[in-house]
Every structure is written in C-alpha cells, then in structure tokens.
C-alpha cells in the first residue's frame, strides 16, 4: 500500500486549503481511508475517515463543521477540505488506511501512511 499525501502550505486563519492524498495497492471498496496530524510536541490526533464503499465519515470535535472528507474511487484519492483553520491547526498531516473505524475517534486504527504533508496557519 502506498499513500501519497499533497496540498499543504501557508495559509492564514479563516481560510481554506485542500490536502489529497492518492492511494495505490489498496482496494478502495473494501475500507476506509482517514487523515490524522502530528504536530511538534504533541500526540497524533486522528482528524476524520471516511468509509470508500458507502462514503460514511466521521470526524474529531476539534474539526467538526470546520473539516470535510471526501473521496473520489475513479482517481483512488481521498481529500480533506481545510475550512476556517486555526493557528492550532499547524502540524504535519498524513492520510492512512484504517483496520477499524466508527463514530469514535479514539477506536480509529490505523495501519499504513506515508510521508505527510506539513500545513502551517498563520497570518
């Protein structure tokens, strides 16, 4: 399985940014692709999946109404829609598959990555 996660950069609070990530020697039909952020100092925090088959998503409190996953099976890449961050939102971002999924962030399991995306938000 290999995950290529693009689309980070600069971007100043209240704006948007896009982040995709194409995915290659994974059955998109059969799971779930999810995004989580490691930023200097603190642990990984698991951000939204979304299941390919059904696109059923799921996302942490601290995104929620701000962040939207989405996928595309035809072009076999996930994206996370970046709306309205946060200077808190800075960190490195990386899309995963996910073993198991759900309404609670802290059951995500995730299984394989790639190199992150670095996403700094700052006026």
């Known amino acids: 399985v290999q995950l290529q996660a693009s689309g980070g950069g600069l971007v100043q609070p209240g704006g948007s940014l896009r982040l995709s990530c194409v995915v290659s020697?994974?059955?998109?039909?059969?799971?779930?692709i999810g995004w989580f952020r490691q930023a200097p100092g603190k642990q990984r925090e698991g951000l939204s999946c979304?299941?390919?088959?059904?696109?059923?998503?799921y996302y942490v409190d601290s995104v929620k109404g701000r962040f939207a996953i989405s996928r595309d099976n035809a072009k076999s890449t996930v994206y996370l829609q970046m709306n309205n961050p946060k200077p808190e939102d800075t960190a490195a971002y990386y899309c995963?598959?996910?073993?198991?999924?759900?309404?609670?962030?802290?059951?995500?399991?995730?299984?394989?990555w790639g190199q992150g995306t670095l996403v700094t938000v700052s006026s």
């Open positions: 995963a598959t996910i073993r198991s999924y759900g309404p609670e962030p802290n059951k995500w399991d995730f299984a394989s």
């Open positions: 020697g994974f059955t998109l039909g059969d799971g779930a």
């Open positions: 979304i299941s390919m088959t059904h696109g059923i998503t």
